[in-house]
Structures are given as structure tokens and as C-alpha cells.
């Protein structure tokens, strides 16, 4: 039951440059996204998110765009840190029920100084 | 800044024991949520609790879960009898209202391992 993938499983970038996180979804019926950002040792925690009726949602240095008719989802950091080292999950809901998210198995970032 | 708490961080257990896994969601929070991460693979759903019921559960959460909130603050998950397959890192999660758009907050997750 894969219906959130991340086919990247870890992505090296250099500090100052674009980090691109891909995240792919089979179900039709997912209408909000969310990025949950994870360090070693601690839970997830949210990030940004971006609901279906948009293809884009910005945030300071994160920016999610959605292509739904491609069923996929980018998150972009942009300019790249350090401290953004960690594992990114990318997780799924559908609004008609938002009790169950389904995430993605993540991508670990790693921002090299 | 509120936060979600989970007690133990690591528990070791035999196969066949029962454990129980203790958190505190944020405490207006009315939705709760347990999830699991297998070493190295994804973050899987198990429960959401609303309202002193479960309000979906994934396939994992077979009868040998069970989760309660016995006292108003605490929210439990209960594994009867674990299996060497349980080992996983559990994470608790709460969020304030129905609306999707709320975030859920994540505990630090209890780490446990089934020998």
C-alpha cells in the first residue's frame, strides 16, 4: 500500500544552492500535502503544506508546487543550509478524511558547508 | 511552545510481553493520532482517537492494539503481545481541530524493541 512514494531515498547539496525533494501519490482523492521535516531522535515536524486548489505554496526559504494532473508534489529549499540537514517526509490526506495521513518512506537531505 | 511528550524513549521487551506506550498530546488538543516507523522505511498510520473512540484505524492495528486516554491528559497504546515484528520507533501525534488544515504535532517517539 504504497500510495505516497519518495523514490529518492537521500540527496546531497551544496549549502547556497536548490535542494528539490520529489514526492509522487497514486490516490485521486488526496486534495492536501503536507512536508514534515525529521532529525535524528526526535518526531516529525510539519513544515509546509499546500491543499489542492492550489499548485503552489511559499514560506520563506520553502516552496511546495503541486502538479496534480502528474499525480507529484516538489518541495524546494532555497538557498540551501546546513541546519536543513535531516529527513523529509512527505505526506498525504484526503479532506473527506482527514483522520488518516499516509506519508511517504522520506529523503534524507544532506547540506554539505 | 507546547509539545507533545512520549514516555519511555526506549523500551526493550521479550516476545509474547505486553507493553504500553505512554503520551501526553498538548493539552487542548482534541484529535490524537499513534503512527510507527519501521527502522528505515516509512512512517505508517496506526490510530486516530477523537471523542474517547477510534475514529479510523490502519490494518496494522489488529486486535493485538489497543489505545485508551485514561485520565484526560495521558493517551496510551497498548501492544498485548508483542511480536519481534513490533520493533519500530511509535510516535504519538495530537492536533487541535478537525479542520485538515490544522497541523499535527509529534512527539519524540518511543523507541521499542522486541527481542
Known amino acids: 500500500d504504497q500510495q505516497v512514494k519518495q523514490n529518492s531515498p537521500s540527496l546531497s547539496v551544496q549549502e547556497g544552492r536548490i535542494s528539490i525533494l520529489n514526492c509522487d501519490y497514486t490516490?485521486?482523492?488526496?486534495?492536501?500535502f503536507l512536508w514534515y521535516k525529521k532529525y535524528p531522535a526526535e518526531g516529525p515536524t510539519f513544515l509546509i503544506s499546500i491543499s489542492s486548489i492550489k499548485d503552489k505554496n511559499e514560506d520563506g526559504r520553502f516552496t511546495v508546487f503541486l502538479n496534480k494532473s502528474a499525480k507529484h508534489l516538489s518541495l524546494h529549499i532555497v538557498p540551501s543550509q546546513p541546519g536543513d540537514s535531516a529527513v523529509y517526509f512527505c505526506?498525504?490526506?484526503?479532506?473527506?478524511?482527514?483522520?488518516?495521513?499516509?506519508f511517504g518512506s522520506g529523503t534524507k537531505l544532506n547540506v554539505k558547508p | 511552545e507546547p509539545e507533545v511528550t512520549q514516555t519511555p524513549s526506549h523500551q526493550v521487551t521479550q516476545m509474547g510481553q505486553e507493553v504500553i506506550l505512554r503520551c501526553v498530546p498538548i493539552s487542548n488538543h482534541l484529535y490524537f493520532y499513534w503512527y510507527r516507523q519501521i527502522l528505515g522505511q516509512k512512517v505508517e498510520f496506526l490510530v486516530s482517537?477523537?471523542?474517547?473512540?477510534?475514529?479510523?484505524k490502519s490494518e496494522i492495528f489488529d486486535d493485538q492494539f489497543s489505545v485508551e486516554r485514561p485520565d484526560g491528559s495521558n493517551f496510551t497504546l497498548k501492544i498485548r503481545s508483542t511480536k519481534l515484528e513490533d520493533s519500530a520507533m511509535y510516535f504519538c501525534a495530537s492536533r487541535d481541530t478537525g479542520l485538515v488544515q490544522e497541523t499535527q504535532y509529534f512527539g519524540p517517539g518511543t523507541r521499542l524493541l522486541v527481542l
Open positions: 490516490n485521486s482523492m488526496f486534495d492536501y
Open positions: 482517537f477523537y471523542n474517547n473512540e477510534i475514529s479510523e
Open positions: 505526506a498525504a490526506s484526503a479532506v473527506s478524511n482527514f483522520n488518516k495521513f499516509y
